[in-house]
């Protein structure tokens, strides 16, 4: 039980002291979590869900960096690029899927 506190306690201070940080961690999870339904029903919907999310997470830390530039770090750099990698291979699959390109 006090895994569950300590855990429960770091997720409401992370949100306390950076939310739009939790608020992009807790879009990847929906993303993840999206993408594997995706893989697993092969619906649709779920693949939209993903993509929605990406460029969600994409568009806030663009903007978050436009409005308070700060020192660029790696971390931020490989996020962006994976993620990005990610949607166009997904877009491209999805494409090839549908015989369009």
């Not at 660029?72 to 015989?99: D, E, H, K, Y």
Request: aromatic content about 14%; glycine content about 4%; some cysteine.
């Amino acid at each position: 039980m006090r895994t569950i506190q300590f855990w429960w306690r770091t997720i409401i201070n992370s949100s306390h002291e950076n939310p739009p940080r939790f608020v992009e961690f807790m879009m990847i999870i929906f993303a993840t979590i999206s993408l594997i339904i995706w893989i697993i029903k092969d619906d649709w919907p779920y693949l939209v869900l993903f993509l929605g999310y990406l460029v969600g997470i994409n568009a806030s830390i663009w903007v978050q960096g436009a409005i308070a530039p700060m020192p660029p770090s790696w971390w931020l750099r490989t996020n962006l690029m994976l993620l990005l990698a990610i949607l166009l291979f997904i877009v491209c699959v999805a494409l090839i899927g549908l015989q369009i390109l």
